[in-house]
């Protein structure tokens, strides 16, 4: 049997191989992967060829929700940015703090981390503030290449921080154990680890522009822009996160795409110019295709690679590494794994990791923790890159894609580092779980 | 079937007809126009209750 | 992000009609098996024991007319006696229950006492599919008259009964956070409430049944993993875990198999061992007979799989001791499933009656784990050919 699936796994890497070299994009290199590794399974009945066609549309679902929240809070970022409400933070931060470097910097980061976390997706982190944010950047003197390199990384740590970390609860929902307990042992990693990246990366000033100058170069408010225009939607939005967690059982569940549904009626209401929603809505559709999509094919690859036996041979194969060597080995599997399956990764190896880890001692939660923030590190690696190539896009950085990645390497190793620590370690770290209950 | 269900269902059919748009406005892209039909698969499923 | 060819289509539109055509093509070959797979009922015959069949809303009105109202076959003795109440499928791809409940139903008479089956306490998620793995939609169990197909559910109810998930399950009433996706799962939203959340509804109806009918024992059946660790076992909370440790020897020393006791855990919430004991008179016991096909590191997701319990990769992880029960090359097939959750049923109910006389329940015509072994399952099901009209239930 293993040669036979072993043959299989073959004929997708060949698949998505071929597609890449015809320059076909990454989501339909992937879909070819699915596809040929589903007509190969055909051959051996698993599954038969009938039940292609429905597999392959069942993998269209996993995400399915995922997609709505990537969706709505995307819309309602872009009409927050479109009204100048981003502009204007950005810009009473530069005003602010542009002499305390390092506040600035910190500002910035915080600034990046908040639709991550709200959404688990680093990308919209990126979509939504990730163009001022850069330009603030360069105002404070940072290179291009670094620019894109912070925000990379602090667009993963965004994703990977509390509320919404959808690697720990995929992991989570996966396992039985319950998603609790993650507020402060994902939080204080996160900041900490966000905190040295924007320092690292960002303290020293390589190009001169003084105050008036970086003012100047930022994009204007509109006028009218008032502080309690920029808070008033995310008071909505939060307001019902937190009632759903105040009153739960009061309130009806609202799930975050109304959520954010809600906060983005609110920004338009409260804007003080009315952008064209309908050509704002087309548009963020238009520019969040590609993450759809890869959403929707990496469910496929998925669905085709259990029903081929392909994920199960992989999952059978890392949990026979020996345990050292798996620790080591995490360095590489994790972040490659998400870079070829994107959040399809976590179930397909970290499921059966966290049985394993619980098994052997170690406490699941931390451990979830610690593997959830080497995962983003993930999406900067090809075939998919998705946060690395658009860091790279709104960075408007013109090097190869190599030497921005290359930028990244002390933070990446720094990350790597206390992942592994946190797993390794989480049974002496479990306090943090005791504190977020 | 409650309020926010159809809510739900609202929005599905806005991301269906913002995606059908964008397909019709493509011109240049077979790659575009290949990654909306994917996307509005499962979504026109789920508003027929199929799945 | 988007691909780097971006030199205009010679014919765009008819590029894009073909595309369409092609991915509506697409939506209906996997859309209709889908749709049919939600739709598709296995004939319960109601046997000899069946005195009537009612329905979970009977107890709960929130539940009237929804999909997710589900049969209760009641089975009374002539004599009175004690109740018991048996629920499959609340992981509806666990299906040992399933199968074990069908045996009872069309096979089982009881003389003493009364018996309540659900025989799927999750409509939603028996008619759902697991997006992203790969099961098949069915599986066919032989039988000396034909084949009798079963569909393959999963753990969760559809989101076509229970949209939108929220960003965090807050479990009623200990407000323990649980994973979105709990909110789905029936055996995480007890005790429920009667119009909260559909699934709330579900369990809220089941211990309505419980507490009306003054239910004495009251299992759930299911399958876990042999790589996790509370597998092979009944969970049980202090209350019933006399009667289980009682089982559990007696299983071992007259029938031959291991089915050791876990208890249930004190702070863990929204599970059924736990929170049937807590909010009513019932004493609940949870049936875990391993399941394969449920693990992670298995070849393909096939009905053979499913049955056997055959996989290479788990016998080479057992020989490096990282499963939680004994497994060699014979697997760990349907048959040995569903008659460990039927002998260890049978020797709780037994055991409870010893010590309660009062509250006895007696019955005759189930198979027990030997002759399950031996006879296979599909033995045990009834033809509904054979059956008169007013006595087949689609579930
Ligand atoms: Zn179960």
Known sequence: MTLQIGVLLLLMVAAYAVASLKKLSVELSILAAAVAGGLGGAFLKTPPLGELPRHLVEGMFPYLDVMLVFSTATFFMALVSESGGVNYVVRGAIKLFYNVRVVALLVLMIIILIPGALTGAGSVSILVVGAPVALALKALGIPERKTAAILFIVAGLAAAAPPVNIWAMILCAGTAIPYVGFTYTLGIPVLILGTFTVLWLGLKKEGGMDKAAALAALPPVPPGMKGWRVLVPFVVFFGMVIANRTWPFATPIFGLPLEFSAAAFTAWLVSPRKPDVLKLALNTMKRLLPLLATMIVVGMLQQIMTATGVRGMISYAVISIPLVLLFIGLAVIIPVSEGVLTYGAAAILGIPLIWFFDSIGLHATVAIAGLSILWPLGDGLPPTALIGRLSVMVSDYKGTYWSFLRQTWVPWLVITITSILMVVYSAKLSFLVKWSM | ?51 | MSAPESKPLAHPVRVKIVLAVLAAALTVAGGVPLFKHRHFGTPFVAGPGVTKVIKLSDYSPGLKGRFVDADVFVMEGAEPGGKALIMANTHANEPAGYLAVKILIENAVVQKGTLYIIPTINVSASRNTKAGDGYPLYYDIPTDWGRVRFRMGTRDASPLESWPDPDVYIHYPDKQLLSYLDLRNTNRTWPGRPNGPMMERVTYAAMELMRKEKIDLAFDFHGAETMFPVTNCIVAPQKSAKFATLASMMVKAMEGFDSHVEPSPQNFRGLSHREIGDFSNTLPFLLEAPIPFLDQPTGPKTVKLLLDGKDPFLLSLAKKKKLFVSYDANGWPMDKRVGQHMSTTLEIIRQFSKKTPDRAIRLSGAPKYADLVRDGVGKYFHDPAKAEPGRIHYE
């Open chain 2, 1 to 51: 079937m409650n309020v926010i269900m159809i809510f739900y269902y609202l929005i599905t059919a806005a991301l269906v007809c913002l995606l059908g748009w964008n397909l019709i406005r493509e011109k240049k892209s077979a790659n575009d126009m290949i990654l909306g039909l994917l996307v509005m698969i499962p979504l026109v499923l789920r508003l027929l209750r199929v799945k």
